[in-house]
């Protein structure tokens, strides 16, 4: 001890950013690093439970689950392409929604926090506990009122798309932008459930800008239009590529490619090939995202 | 140009507010209520359904509000409350614990790992970033075995740190606090730093109330999952599962229980909706009156 030396100044902080990192890096370390390992350990062999000795016996199989899952195995790849697909489409609009509901919501006005608390109501619905209570009380109810008023939508949605789909058709739309804009109205429930946490990241993004900017802006005689542009985006910039990290592994999550792994880890017990499913398809989305937010991140403006 | 926008000035000025008109603000009244209704008809059926007796519960087709009101659903769920194995308190306790640890636990944690991530240099700080990302978009419905065996690796089955320390790891958190943490300019910290604070102080007088919102925001989501959590994969002692287990016992009853389910399920939704709307006000008052000037 007596011969430590004396740390340099740059080499104290670091000492102190790690100390303050420590906490969460251990338990990280333990129990997320590890099982992450065990998964890609996973991927690469056969497992075979045994049943009358308790636990399994994993070989070694090299690159063959993967070989496999592109090669053999018959839905795979078309499950990954839509569920990638599908992503792709959602995480825009849930994106420009949200923003544009916190823009509304960050205004002062009376019952304010009631029309918020709405807004926050789908991310309770989302969550385990009440899709499954509402999974009995549906059931109880015989395809109750859920059901029913969703029937109802997809009826007269139904109708009035075709309807829309024809007339924009005519006009000349390219196809591309025109299924964009169908798929969109059809997933708009779900975009609207999906938005809660998001706007509610946004309204926090929002209350994080120092009202002498907007001061400033009005002062100088900017209008809503050039403040929004000049102070609003710029400042939530950084707050989008959060929600876009977010919005991304959420409907990641809950995506068919996520489920095909876990029907095939857990129903067809073949973890290996599970796991290599999951495994390619965090890749490729994990490659999208960095593609996607460094792109925004190049744009955005941080306060130093 | 110039004159169209001094016109457009002088057009708005007249108004009490700021860039209001009366059609923009019906449009968006109507738009915000149409989302608004979309988002809170399920919540109104839970309520209604509390209230409903059991021939209105099994009424077809099914009626939104309710015709009849009666507490009859609450009394008989106190009644199955009364009539569980264990006390119905030590439920609620075994709730307490298990969301309360994993709530505070995770935002102090997360918010102490992200303030150097976001204001401080040191070596392995982009790998460890990655590693946040990466971790989030694992899925973790595909790891559960590995999870599990590391709890059982741990000793720490069958009891509350099985939920309360993997909670305090979640990935999200820690992202959403670096992101907010960076926009807190540096020369705040500076003048802090100057004056003499140690980097814990900055960290809890300077840093955590700057962002509150986001923190709070956090405690909102972190809170949220908790609350879901049934535990029923590392807890198997009747005496240590949360509340959350004993309602869906209760729920996976039957027909006959329809109605004591449906004060259940509204309970369930209420206390999440409560948490929330106390934060929520919190948020509203922090950043306008925070020291960031510039």
Known sequence: MKKKKRLTLTQKRSLTGLTFILPWLIGFIIFYLRSLIMTVDFSFSTIEVNPQAGGYNQTFAGWENFRYAFQVHGTFKQVLTTSIGDILIDVPLIIFFSLFMALVLNRKFRGRTLVRAIFFLPVIMNSEAITAALDYSRQQLMGGLTAASAEVMEGSGGMSLDYYIDMFGSLGMPDMILEYIVGAIGRLTDIISASGVQIIIFIAALQAIAPSMYEVAKIEGATGYETFWKVTFPMVLPHIITNLVYTVVINFAESEIVTLSYSTIFSENNYGLGSAFALISTLIVCLILVIVVGFIQKRTFYYN | ?294
């Open chain 2, 1 to 294: 140009m110039k004159k169209l926008g001094k016109t457009f000035r002088r057009l708005f000025h007249r108004q009490k507010q700021l860039n209001r008109s009366m059609a923009g603000n019906t449009l968006l009244f109507v738009l915000m209520g149409i989302c608004g209704v979309f988002m809170a008809l399920p919540l109104v059926m839970i309520a209604n359904n509390a209230l409903k007796p059991l021939d209105e519960i099994y009424q077809y087709p099914p009626k939104i509000f309710v015709r009849n009101p009666t507490l009859e659903n609450f009394s008989d769920l106190f009644v199955l409350m009364n009539d569980s194995w264990v006390p119905f308190s030590r439920y609620i306790i075994n709730t307490v614990i298990i969301t309360g640890g994993g709530t505070v636990g995770h935002v102090l944690v997360a918010s102490l790992a992200a303030y150097p991530l976001a204001k401080r240099n040191f070596p392995g700080k982009s790998i460890v970033f990655s590693m946040v990302v990466l971790s989030m978009m694992f899925s973790w419905t595909v790891t559960q075995i590995p999870n599990y065996m590391i709890i059982s690796w741990l000793h720490i089955n069958n009891n509350y740190l099985a939920l309360i320390l993997p909670a305090w790891q979640y990935g999200m958190g820690l992202y959403l606090m670096k992101q907010f943490m960076e926009q807190i300019p540096d020369s705040l910290l500076e003048s802090a730093r100057l004056d003499g604070a140690s980097e814990f102080r900055v960290f809890w007088t300077i840093v955590m109330p700057n962002v509150k919102p986001a923190w709070l925001t956090l405690a909102i989501f972190q809170f949220q999952q908790m609350w879901g959590n049934t535990g029923s994969m590392y807890l198997r002692d009747e005496a240590l599962k949360p509340l959350q287990f004993a309602l869906q016992q209760i729920t996976a009853g039957g027909a006959a229980r329809a109605g004591a389910s449906a004060a259940v399920t509204f309970f369930i939704a209420a206390i999440p909706i409560i948490f929330f709307l106390a934060c929520q006000s919190n948020v509203l008052e922090t950043m306008t009156t925070s020291g960031m000037k510039e």
